[in-house]
């Protein structure tokens, strides 16, 4: 029954996929489209970031309705978001230096 279930979210997660490729592909030929679709990624990670401090805040001023386990969670998504990022970025820069240093 688990396996089943395990297949039916992998096939939603490839539908949402194909479909989320087939609306950034046009965007990927211009680069104002990938200065955008970069731009919104680092202002979602940002927001990422501002929402767990402000639930970290909350809590440590006492706030009763913060459950501490949110508030690890939403701190290490927001983390690891911000890591995924700094990878991403590094292999940008890489991948310029190399096409820079090509002999043509």
């Known amino acids: 029954m ?4 395990v297949l039916a ?3 939603a ?3 949402r996929a194909s ?4 609306e950034i592909a046009p965007a990927a030929n211009s680069p104002a489209d990938f200065a955008g679709l970069l ?5 979602h990670i940002a927001a990422m970031q501002n929402e767990a401090t402000a639930l970290a805040n909350a ?4 706030d009763k ?7 690890m969670l939403e701190v290490q998504k927001a983390g690891l978001a911000f890591r995924a990022m ?16 090509m002999s043509v």
């Open 2 to 5: 688990q396996i089943q279930q």
């Open 9 to 11: 979210e992998m096939r």
């Open 13 to 15: 997660l490839q539908a």
């Open 19 to 22: 479909g989320a490729a087939s």
């Open 39 to 43: 731009k919104d990624s680092v202002d």
């Open 59 to 62: 809590y440590e001023t006492g």
């Open 65 to 71: 309705s913060i459950d501490l386990t949110k508030v």
């Open 86 to 101: 700094t990878e991403v970025r590094n292999k940008l820069l890489d991948a310029y230096t190399q096409v820079m240093n």
